[in-house]
């Protein structure tokens, strides 16, 4: 009898401990349940004069789950508790799902923001690295017209600065020799045969002439050469060959006493007052860049210089390493600060045109979709889904789901969200089957996270 006695004893104890147990665990999904669906409505802080606002209870503002009839501290994470107010937590709640009212206290103490939406022309701004190169247009190759030996060279190393004009090398050629002899005779033959009364023979002798002149001409002699031929009436044994473009040696192959033919290279020249900067765009910006669209570039060796150029080339193929697209601008380079093989840092602007903007820190960018929170006043805050389109540094277009004027949340959306998220999923398990609405928590209740 006695054994039995205590069997009983003890299965009540455990049945009691469950009970507990059970109490413990559901009492803050229930309080959960019944808090964020509707207002408590249980007696908060002592009563309040006429003149004072009721306060129902205070809560965590960073967990609004923990509620307590009394100011202090939470527990978990150590904030301020804030109260909240007949007034505010009596008012009648807007139907959109996801929609949450958050008290003044709070949205000060989280920094909420909001500003409308406007119509804004929205300049789209490309920033890469480029690499300096030379301008391929304004390379020239030093060859001669005829065969002869180098006898004097007057620009003897690489990357040598020269003018257009600068002497360059003397040149030997029996050839040229004898082409200068024949220019002599023709010029006597023409002052003799000019004062013909025969015009046929007046003719012939301005035509050999002219013939020989055209012949020195083509092997590059200049007027000045020709003239003074003419002046000294004697050949010249050395002629001087001069720079036919201002620039840079870039290659030096002439030496004194070479021979040299029309085959041999004996300078590169490269003129570096314009150059060219190649820079790669990635894909989704490829729609922005266009032939003559104005860049601006900067460099570190140019401290506070910005330099205007414009795209000149855009390459028909995407690089298959990097999957980008090159591009090449031309840069003035008056001082020459710009050497090739450097790296600067390039800017191309698009204007997008106007178009109704938020400011880019409002939208919620999942992948798959963008929402916005829009402020409704009065603390409400309601979820709405929106497409954007383009996007600059500081704000984005939205193609459809807002109107102008209607106020987004720009700063603490992402608390905003968590919560909202937090409503609609408590709300969920409410409706759910065998699940009923708990009894609002009572004065003087707490319970941790």
């Known amino acids: 009898m006695r054994t039995s006695k205590k069997k009983t004893l003890i299965a009540i104890a455990v049945f009691a401990a469950i009970s ?67 007034d505010e937590a009596g008012a009648a709640a807007p139907t959109t799902p996801g929609t949450v009212q958050i008290s003044t206290a709070r949205q000060q103490l989280i920094g909420v923001t909001s500003q409308g939406a406007k119509y804004r022309t929205l300049d789209k701004t490309i920033r890469t690295v480029g690499r300096v190169a030379l301008d ?48 002599l005779l023709a010029l006597k033959a023409d002052r003799e045969l000019g004062t013909s009364s025969f015009a046929e023979v007046a003719a012939g002798g301005k035509d050999l002439l002219d013939a020989a002149r055209r012949r020195l001409e083509l092997w590059d002699l200049t007027d000045e050469q020709i003239r ?21 040696v870039l290659e030096r192959k002439g030496f004194p006493n070479q021979y040299v033919t029309p085959d041999t290279e004996i300078y590169k020249l490269a003129d570096h007052s314009v150059v060219w900067v190649y820079a790669d765009i990635y894909e989704p910006e490829m729609p922005l860049v266009e032939l003559g669209q104005e860049a601006t570039l900067t460099a570190e060796a140019l401290p506070g210089q910005k330099l205007t150029g414009r795209i ?42 106007r178009q109704l903007t938020v400011p880019i820190d409002a939208v919620l960018d999942s992948g798959d979709r963008q929402r916005v929170f829009i402020d409704r006043g009065d603390g409400y805050f309601t979820p709405r889904e929106v497409k954007i389109g383009g996007r600059t540094e500081d704000y984005v277009a939205i193609t459809s789901g807002l109107r102008a004027g209607e106020k987004v949340v720009t700063r603490a959306n992402f608390l905003i969200d968590s919560e909202s998220n937090l409503r609609q999923a408590v709300t969920g398990m409410a409706e759910m089957p065998g699940m009923k609405q708990a009894p609002a928590a009572t004065a003087g209740n707490e319970h941790q996270h």
């Open 20 to 86: 507990a147990g059970i109490a413990l665990v559901w009492r803050p999904v229930a309080e959960r349940l019944g808090g964020w669906t509707q207002p408590s409505t249980a007696a908060a802080a002592p009563a309040a004069t006429s003149t004072e606002r009721k306060i129902l209870y205070y809560e965590d503002p960073m967990h609004p789950w923990y509620r307590s009839d009394k100011p202090g501290i939470a527990p978990d994470c150590g904030m301020k508790l804030v109260p909240v107010y007949a």
């Open 136 to 183: 391929e247009e304004r390379l020239a190759n030093v060859h001669v017209k005829v065969n002869g030996w180098i006898q004097k060279v007057f620009v003897d190393y690489t990357f040598q600065h020269v003018k257009k004009g600068d002497p360059l090398f003397t040149l030997y050629s029996p050839e040229l020799l004898a082409t200068e002899q024949e220019y």
């Open 228 to 248: 003074e031929l003419e002046q000294t009436g004697k050949p010249q044994r050395e002629i001087t060959y001069y720079s036919p473009a201002s620039g840079e």
């Open 312 to 353: 000149t080339f855009i390459q028909p193929h995407l690089s298959g390493e990097t999957r980008t697209l090159p591009v090449r601008m031309d840069f003035p380079n008056p001082d020459l600060k710009l050497k090739p093989e450097m790296f600067v840092n390039v800017e191309l602007h698009r204007s997008l045109g």
